[in-house]
């Protein structure tokens, strides 16, 4: 009987073990999934402005609703709606990044050269959450 209640109590404890390392996995995933998610809205809002080509194509593309035409109002903000919050969520991540590298950087050419890069990056990818606000906002 001792050995049965010992062997269920590990049994259950391994169960529990294997449960946390696949919640973990599947949180890793989508911190993943969300990471890429944040770059691509940026590059596709890179891809959109000033090409009205590439912004039907890429909209046609991204939009989510199969019952709904493309051309839908609706189904296009929803869509730059989500373009925008992840770009947003970019330049969040960028700037803590940068923050973090402008810490750990020695020598102070070596910082100087890295803030104007990481500068012009950073604006770069601000000017795209503009681009597909005004994009969005103009979605009518």
Known sequence: MQLYVRLAAEEEASDHA????????????????????????????????????????????????????????????TTLNRLVDQARQFVAFFSVVVQQQSQGAEGEELIENSRKVDDREQEVAREVVRFLESLRDSAR
């Not at 959109?48 to 019952?67: D, F, I, P, V, W």
């Open 18 to 77: 294997q449960k946390g390392v696949f919640e973990e996995e599947k949180m890793q995933r989508e911190a993943d999934a969300s990471f890429l998610r944040c770059h691509l809205a940026v590059i596709f809002g890179l891809f959109m402005q000033g090409n009205k080509a590439n912004q039907r194509a890429l909209l046609e593309l991204l939009s989510e609703s199969a019952s709904q035409p493309v051309t839908s109002s609706t189904n296009i903000r």
